[in-house]
């Protein structure tokens, strides 16, 4: 049973795919996936993840602080640069920018665990920068969205800083104080969480793609090459930057895992909380949980079959 579990979550990206093909050809599919559905989803994504952690994980801060600092460092400010840079580049109409940069300025997503495992990268050093960026998340996110993207939309920084309070830091918290004192059930959960989380991703996803179906269709090229491009800068520049910063191919692998690798249902759930309903600002982030997880997927493909040297 434990073998079938990691073999559905380990083929996330198809899920993925799947639902958002399913969800454009017809929306009615998925959009009932919304409001508090979304909400309660994430929450049990970031419990599942709390859940994985102890106080030790947290003390691999002090014996690799350069590793630990340059994903960190990289991930708040390669992708919400990129982001905002990307957006202006190629003229993004204001909603699609600002949703473009609000993904940009998420945490780093679980599902690059899973991708760092497949790459033959750092596992554990991939696990701590998530949980890191997760936890910077609470205040980052919304005062670089309000900085980066506050003169093309009003951007409620002060709600963004509420909503990711609620749906990150409070579940990570639950899943940590679990796991330390209620190890039983905690061994249980660990072995269905990955799964549960690759189902509700999907739903997210689907359901954001299914409600905006007209808008993704008109938006064409341009919104798909501004999220492609995102990506691959934070992929990129992501190995590139780290490379140079530690001289370990192992830990280039993971950075660059980490940072082009985003929260993409936080995204969605807080553009959709705190932006006009229909205005779009959620699809940015939609089409960025199928991109980063094609061309993660992609390099874990190759990654895999070369041995890092170090």
């Known amino acids: 049973m434990d073998n079938l579990l990691a073999r559905f979550a380990n083929a996330f990206p198809l899920w993925v795919f799947l639902c958002s093909a399913l969800a454009l050809w017809h929306p009615p599919l998925f959009t009932w996936f919304s409001g508090p559905w979304i909400t309660w989803g994430l929450g049990v994504i970031m419990l599942g993840m709390g859940i994985t952690l102890t106080a030790e994980d947290f003390t691999r801060v002090l014996q690799f602080p350069s590793w630990v600092a340059a994903g960190v460092i ?3 400010t390669v992708m919400p640069l990129s ?3 990307i957006a202006n580049l190629l003229a993004l109409p204001d909603a699609f920018a600002v949703g473009l940069i609000l993904v940009a300025c998420c945490p780093g997503g679980t599902a690059s665990n899973v991708v760092s495992y497949l790459a033959r990268a750092n596992v554990a050093l991939s ?14 996110t919304p005062w670089l969205t ?24 409070l579940p990570v918290t639950v899943g940590v104080l679990l796991n330390r004192f209620s190890p039983a059930l905690t061994a249980q959960v660990v072995r269905v969480s990955p799964s549960v989380a690759v189902i509700v991703i999907a739903l997210i996803v689907a359901s954001v793609l299914g409600a905006g179906r007209e808008k993704v269709l ?8 501004a999220v492609v491009l995102l990506h691959a800068s ?13 001289r370990s191919e192992t830990v280039a692998r993971t950075v660059s895992i980490e940072v082009g ?6 995204g969605a759930h807080l553009a959709r909380s705190h932006f006009p309903a229909g205005s779009g600002v959620d699809i940015p982030s939609a089409i960025s949980a199928l991109t980063h997880c094609m061309i993660g997927s992609l390099l874990a493909a190759i990654w895999r079959r070369i041995e890092p040297k170090d």
Do not use: C, E, H
Request: positive net charge; hydrophobic residues 55%.
């Open 74 to 76: 990289l991930q708040y």
């Open 83 to 85: 982001g905002w840079a």
């Open 127 to 140: 696990v701590t920068l998530t949980t890191l960026s997760t936890i910077l998340a609470v205040a980052m």
């Open 146 to 169: 309000a900085q980066l993207a506050g003169a093309r939309m009003p951007v409620d920084a002060w709600g963004l800083f509420m909503s990711t309070l609620q749906v990150v830091l």
């Open 218 to 225: 008109d938006a064409g090229p341009r919104l798909l090459g």
């Open 234 to 246: 934070g992929f990129g520049f992501g190995y590139l930057l780290s490379k140079w910063w530690n």
């Open 261 to 266: 690798m985003q929260n993409s249902g936080l």
